[in-house]
């Protein structure tokens, strides 16, 4: 059948189901349907929205019927792999994922309509008018053909306590389906018998690998029996890298030819998990969805396998290789690199976390007790994530987060010879670097003490420098301020921030001279003076991220110094001070930022002292600051009547999830106001008075004030900034500052709306990500608000 002829009589069959009642037991129909050739964007072209709804909502009968048929029919390919029938088995896949979508709008996470409940997950009797039982039937399948007739009666005979639901069963042969033999991975043989897996896994357990257990408080515990998390068999895994080494896959780790299926059959798991959409943000439960809970179960198929394919094939992936090889489509690997790390975080992101806690039977090989596995909530996928403790993977998995983050900036050189093309999943991999962070407990000790965590927060600083202005971004930023955010609350990264930073980034950053603390610093100041307004909330998280790493920073740049204290001026300025009742308490941030460098890293930061000297007015200014002038100048700002610049109206998503800090305060200025007009008052100043510590600050300027003025006296106007650097580099200030005070550190510390955030956040990435082949319509989104914004022609 030729092309336009196939699409026409696909485009009949889809109008006959929209406006007809077709029997399921209309043979002809229906295997007609099955085997006319079709892509995936000629299946979601000719089945727009509105007609898979009119599907739902008009002839449901007729729905039912197509997916329950679809699905026998992925069953049927899982039990007799015959690659005859691969071909239709796509047709199968990709009506699946074009109608999945619009029958889980109306699941339980949705509408909750009594239908599709029934249809997806009922065992008994159907609500359907006229149907009495909905059993996995295949109209038109002939014995010497696909044989799924009698596959779905013998599913639909099952007693009824017996039988498995529609959901269950097309969740479970799209886990099947991507490691068929011949369709998404080579033929294979199980060669872990015998206990090899086990053997190779206690040659991983090194005496380092021990001591960074034991250091984290990680007790070995020892079952007689659990369920295995070890990927088996090995050989169809995509690819090598943690969990399974090359030589154990037996085959080719490079070969790339069953990409395309790949990428169809994720399609097919995403519109299957995608019931979160469908959940008010505010309503929204990750124990909730039983879609998401059977892909995540332990008894899931190919579970294990598919985790350690994802993720190897995420970070296994290198842009700049892109250039030297051939044989393959490129774009197809990219592809299936993106989903990838879609699907895996979609997987991470229900259930209840991990133990990270190793647990070994009598084989010494890793389990989950079989209680633990059994419990509500249980995902297999957060477990296997926890339970990474090899410092070999742990490395792997850097690794591949620095290349693939690191080709954000190295895509936009052109000074780069073979430039890499451009990754545009970087959103979600921040969204996969946040779950190691959180959620394994070895993770970011390794990343901080094994390996150079720069190679980390040069791609994130130059993300968020990019993304600053543009409000489609914030949510791009936000996400870089909580990684920044969590690895600012250990010591090691402020000290690690050291490292001199050399690179020329493909961006109008100012020119600098210094370490990557500055790199942070500069950022975090264009942010605030320079970003959109709707990162204002944020500018508690950026002081504090500042504050942290502060007293490990040993020499501050010029331009970084100048940025420091330019912000002071900001903070303590009467439009911001006078914003909000709580605003000053950005500059008790920053004065601690301050105090952390003149009391622990004096010698080396003379720029920043010489900053300040300069400054010398403005800290005097907030020092001497009395009742009355901060009453005239808020009058001058703002009138009689005070108002705060702000939207007062409903609080976003966005700001809902700014991280809380232990110890710390995030309201900001803005945000902090609650529409009564602000006026300073006694109380407010006696406040501002002992929150702002400026006994340090006070004090270095009394000492070094006169110094400066003498130096410059002397020169009679004419001096060099060098030469004052070189005298404030020879004070010492032993004895004339406070007793350096405890540092302090703020740690985030979670909290659901967080991670509420975070659910939205990827799945409005996935959303956007996916409109070239729209697997999602936003009319009935409600985890987040889809606008559509129109051309100006």
């Known amino acids: 059948m030729g092309q336009t002829a196939s699409r026409e009589k696909f485009r009949e069959s889809v109008k006959a189901l929209i406006e007809l009642d077709v029997s399921s037991d209309d043979a002809e129909f229906w295997d007609e349907l099955w085997k006319i050739p079709s892509s995936a964007q000629e299946v979601f072209e000719l089945i727009p929205p509105e007609a898979a709804r009119r599907l739902r909502d008009d002839r449901f009968e007729n729905l039912a019927t197509l997916f329950t048929q679809a699905t026998a029919q992925l069953c049927q390919i899982v039990e007799t792999p015959y690659n005859i029938y691969f071909d ?452 508690s998280c950026f002081l504090t991220i500042m504050c942290n790493v502060s007293p490990y920073w040993r020499s501050m740049s010029l331009v970084a110094a100048v940025k420091l204290v330019n912000l002071f001026e900001l903070f303590s300025s009467p439009k911001f001070l006078y914003s909000g009742e709580y605003a000053h308490r950005h500059l008790a941030l920053l004065l601690e930022v301050f105090n952390n460098i003149l009391q622990y890293q004096y010698h080396g930061n003379a720029h920043l002292v010489y900053a300040i000297v300069r400054r010398k007015d403005s800290f005097g200014n907030l020092a001497s600051l009395t009742l009355q002038k901060a009453q005239s100048q808020c009058h001058k700002i703002y009138g009689d009547h005070t108002t705060v610049a702000g939207n007062r109206d409903k609080m976003t998503l966005s700001q809902k999830g700014i991280p809380n800090i232990d110890g710390g305060e995030t309201t900001s200025a803005h945000s902090s106001v609650t529409g009564t007009p602000f006026q300073p008052t006694e109380a407010w100043l006696t406040e501002l008075k002992e929150s702002l510590p400026m006994e340090t600050v006070t004090r270095l300027l009394q000492h070094l004030v006169p110094v400066v003025d003498e130096i410059v006296l002397k020169k009679q106007g004419v001096v060099d900034e060098a030469e004052i650097l070189a005298v404030l580099n020879e004070i010492t200030m032993v004895g004339l500052l406070p007793v350096p005070h405890a540092i302090v550190i703020r740690k985030y510390q979670p909290n659901q709306y967080t991670a509420l955030w975070f659910t939205a956040f990827m799945w409005g990435v996935i959303f956007l990500r996916n409109q070239n082949l729209p697997l999602f319509d936003g009319g009935c989104i409600e985890l987040f608000q889809v606008s559509v914004q129109e051309d100006d022609d």
């Not at 159907?126 to 399948?141: H, N, Q, R, W, Y």
């Open 88 to 539: 239709q088995a796509l047709n199968c896949v990709r009506v699946l994922t074009r109608i999945l979508p619009f029958l889980l709008e109306k699941g339980d996470l949705g509408d909750a309509d009594e239908f599709v409940e029934q249809l997806c997950w009922g065992t008994g009797a159907s609500p359907i008018p006229g149907d009495e039982k909905i059993g996995l039937m295949v109209g038109g399948a002939k014995e010497d053909e696909m044989s799924t007739q009698s596959a779905a009666k013998d599913k639909a005979n099952k007693p009824e306590d017996e039988q498995e639901p529609l959901a269950l069963l097309v969740v479970h042969a799209a886990m099947h389906m991507l490691f068929l033999p011949q369709f998404t991975c080579d033929f294979y043989e199980d060669a872990d018998k015998g206990g090899k897996r086990g053997n190779n896994r206690r040659e991983h357990n090194t005496k380092e690998d021990r001591e960074m257990r034991a250091e984290a408080g990680l007790r070995e515990k020892k079952v007689e029996w659990g369920v295995p998390i070890l990927p088996r068999p090995t050989s169809i895994c995509w690819s090598p890298g943690a969990g399974v080494s090359a030589s154990e896959l037996g085959f080719d780790a490079a070969t790339r030819k069953y990409d395309k299926n790949r990428i169809e059959v994720l399609r097919l798991m995403l519109a299957a998990c995608c019931d979160p959409l469908f959940s008010p943000a505010d309503e929204y439960n990750p124990l909730a969805s039983r879609w998401l809970a059977v892909a995540t179960a332990a008894d899931a198929p190919n579970a294990i396998c598919l985790f350690y394919s994802l993720l190897n094939t995420i970070l296994s992936y290198d842009p700049r290789g892109v250039a030297t090889m051939s044989g393959f489509s490129e774009g197809h690997h990219v592809k299936l690199v993106e989903l990838s790390v879609q699907v895996l975080c979609v997987l991470l992101d229900c259930g209840l976390p991990g133990s990270p806690e190793p647990v070994l039977d009598h084989n010494a090989v890793p389990v989950v007790e079989f209680d633990m596995a059994s419990k509500g909530g249980f995902n297999i996928m957060r477990t296997l994530l926890a339970r990474m403790n090899s410092s070999k993977e742990l490395t792997f998995v850097f690794d591949g987060f620095a290349r693939l983050l690191r080709n954000v900036y190295e895509s936009e050189n052109n000074y780069l010879p073979h430039a890499a093309p451009d990754l545009e999943c970087f959103q979600e991999l921040l969204v996969l670097l946040w779950k190691f962070l959180e959620e394994n407990p070895l993770f970011m000790n390794h990343v901080l003490t094994k390996c150079n965590v720069n190679k980390l927060i040069v791609p994130i600083c130059f993300l968020m420098y990019k993304s600053r202005r543009d409000p489609a971004q914030i949510g791009l930023v936000h996400i870089c301020t909580f990684v920044l955010l969590k690895l600012s609350g250990e010591r090691s990264f402020g000290v690690s921030l050291n490292k001199p930073f050399q690179q020329k980034l493909p961006t109008d950053l100012p020119l600098f001279s210094g370490c990557h603390a500055d790199l942070l610093t500069i950022t975090l100041h264009k942010l605030i003076v320079n970003g959109a307004y709707k990162l204002v909330p944020l500018y």
